[in-house]
């Protein structure tokens, strides 16, 4: 399946929560999901009248929610838990930990960009350098002690001065630390799940994939 360029309030509406797909939007804008709570299609009334939900329902409803936070494909998703479960350390953890590293991700919760899909924008069109060096792939792992900054020769374009005045309005996860006069920001330490505000059950995610 290709990517997805359908309305993106009845994704949060599928999964029957937020998401903040439109980033700081989601904040001021009333979402989808709270003006219809049930799912989205002809038959999205009778799902939430279903009494009973399987594990495996759940188990996949927590994937497919997760997936779409950081806007990955399927195929982009599983190759990173296949990736992860091969690691030391709980598996649930790593992933939330690799997903976070992506650049794309980075570039969002520094206040580069006010969603994912918006920072892996920023990223492609070469806007973006880590440690002084230009790279335009989204899923790019950041490392502690990076630094990410915009390229000087953007710093004159009318969306990326937008983005660098959202800098100083920005409220970084702890592990990032952000200058907003030089338009960058540093890893100042590798990120743990209790770093991490994302309201998710990763145990039923290494469940589905373990089967």
């Known amino acids: ?5 359908g309305a993106v309030c009845k994704l949060c509406r599928r999964e029957g929560t937020k998401l903040f797909l439109k980033g700081t939007r989601c904040l001021t804008e009333k979402c989808g999901v ?19 939900v399987s594990e495996y329902a759940k188990q996949l409803r927590e994937k497919q929610k997760v997936k779409r936070i950081y806007g990955l494909s399927e195929k982009q998703f599983r ?9 030391h350390g709980v598996t649930g953890e790593n992933l939330f930990i690799a997903l976070e590293l992506r650049l794309d991700n980075v570039a969002y919760r520094m206040g580069l960009a006010p969603s994912r899909a918006a920072a892996r924008q920023l990223i492609r069109h070469r806007h973006v350098e880590v440690n002084g060096k230009q790279v335009d792939i989204p899923s790019y792992r950041v490392n502690k002690s990076d630094e990410i900054r915009i390229r000087e020769r953007s710093k004159n374009l009318t969306s990326v001065r937008a983005s660098l005045e959202g800098l100083s309005r920005a409220t970084p996860v702890s592990w990032i630390s952000v200058d907003s006069e030089r338009g960058s920001a540093k890893v100042t330490e590798m990120p743990t799940r209790d770093t991490i505000p994302i309201a998710a059950q990763e145990q039923l995610i290494v469940e589905l994939y373990s089967k």
């Open 34 to 52: 709270e003006r219809r709570a049930y799912a989205p299609g002809h038959h999205g009334q009778s799902t939430g009248r279903r009494r009973k």
């Open 1 to 5: 399946m290709g990517r997805y360029t």
């Open 79 to 87: 190759n990173t838990f296949d990736r992860v479960r091969k690691l």
